[in-house]
């Protein structure tokens, strides 16, 4: 994302991620819209199409494309791009010249890239059916392998990682074309002399979360996915390092603040979900404390804090079987839910609120856990009893409320808002014109094959007319507390887009166009750990108190 970030943002996204619910600001029941409010908005969500909205929130990857497109690529505006990217002197066998442009700017950063990939391919695993019956399978497919594929491109050797190809600092102060890019294409390497364990875990888990949605349609590229990821997942734990130590420049833009142990679990419980190997499981169990999922509820989850997704998918597994080494999981995840659901700040319009940069990058991927995480209460066996109830406090949460919460988000965003505009470029009458996107905003090189220097582009930058070229799909930052929003090209805080916003909110839309999964078979029980079996199940006990 462009621009350096804030200590004030900093700030801002330690407190939201670490203090308890009680420290946050709360809901007031003051926000409640009087009911003819309420009665509109129903009547415009009715209106909305959100079959058309999901292949749109698809789409939006072939415009993000870097490298060779392919015949099948339907965008009109956009060209090759990258085609040299790891080709510099001292990496010329690699091929970084697929990947995701991570959002207006002409970057690879391998950090949100992985969990871009993750979350698409989470969307596909969850939602498979849905895509399927609406017609966008191949479409997700294809948008899961362009990003793993070039994941297994970066990862050359078991303890080597490309995560970043360009540089943020030259690159933002260029206003070009991706098909120009003049400015330094360097490919930062993480290895076991200069590790990063944030990157190399999230990659792990787009790859063992990508082998899964091959699984059935490509065995043998699913089985490499799964070696790189598994390799991927050795690197991280094995050389632990805050990446940004190895690439200082990534700091400005994508730092971790949450540190890595998020990564770690949210990798080992994809792997476990992948290849159902005990290995993986017990990693999680034996370094339950260090890897800090069972230790604090949060309210985030975002290309930086992983908690939330990791508790959700190991609330799936306890409920599964009971296995009371996991059940903190699953209370977590409860929280999750009280933390958004119920006690989550929420805009007079609607839209829960968590940080005043691209808050729409939070809304999209907790509304993605949430319906996730309702699904899976809803197909828990009979034997998970009443650990499927959410209490929170006075309030009793069910699936039902959880959807209709995710639906008003996912409505919000389509349109029905205060401001009546549609933050998916592209999509209804009324949507954003000058986004915060270089590609968007420049004549396309279909039609201008003239090179646009460095500079050469800044009048477009500056221009008060709308992009020339429009963003199909894109899901931008979106407003800020008050529902207030400023249509800016130099407004990258709320018009910026991003990868990471839309791929989440592909899951998101599949279930709602789609309705909810087909009930799966039987499946057959999860092999052998190698700890001591749980013992006999009994009654769970009361809620445990928020650390």
Known sequence: MDSLRSHVFLVVLLLAVALPFSSLPQRSSAAKPPESVAVTAAAAAARLNYSEALEKCIFFFQLQRSGKLPPSQRSAWRGDSGLTDGKAEGVRRVDLSRGYFDSGDNVKFGFPLAFTVTALAWSVVEYGAQLKALGQIKAARDAVRWGAHYFVNAHPKPNVLYAQVGDGQSDHSCWERPEDMGTPRTAYRLD????????????????AASSMVFGKTDANYSKSLLTHARQLFNFAKRYPKKYTDSIPSASAFYNSYSGYNDELLWAAAWLYRATREARYLDYIVTHEKDLGGTQSSVQIFSWDN????????????????QDPSLELYLKRAKDFVCGTVVRGVRTPGGMLFLMSWSNLQYVTAVSMALSVLADYLDAAPASAGNATAIQCDATNVT??????????????????NPKKLSYMVGFSASYPQRVHHRGASLPSIKKNKTLIGCNDGWPYFQAKAPNLNVLTGAVIGGPDSTDAFRDERDNYQQCEPSTSINAPFVGVLARVAGGPPTPSKKSSPPPASTRAPPPPLKAPPPPAKRK
Request: aromatic fraction near 8%; charged fraction near 20%; proline fraction near 4%.
């Open 192 to 207: 076991a002399q200069h590790p990063g364990t944030e990157p190399a875990a999230e990659a792990a888990a787009a790859l």
């Open 306 to 321: 992983k908690y939330a997704g990791a508790q959700v998918l190991l609330a799936k597994e306890y409920l599964a079987r």
């Open 399 to 416: 699936t039902t409320n959880i959807r209709r919460f995710v639906k008003r988000q996912t409505d919000y965003i389509l349109g029905v």
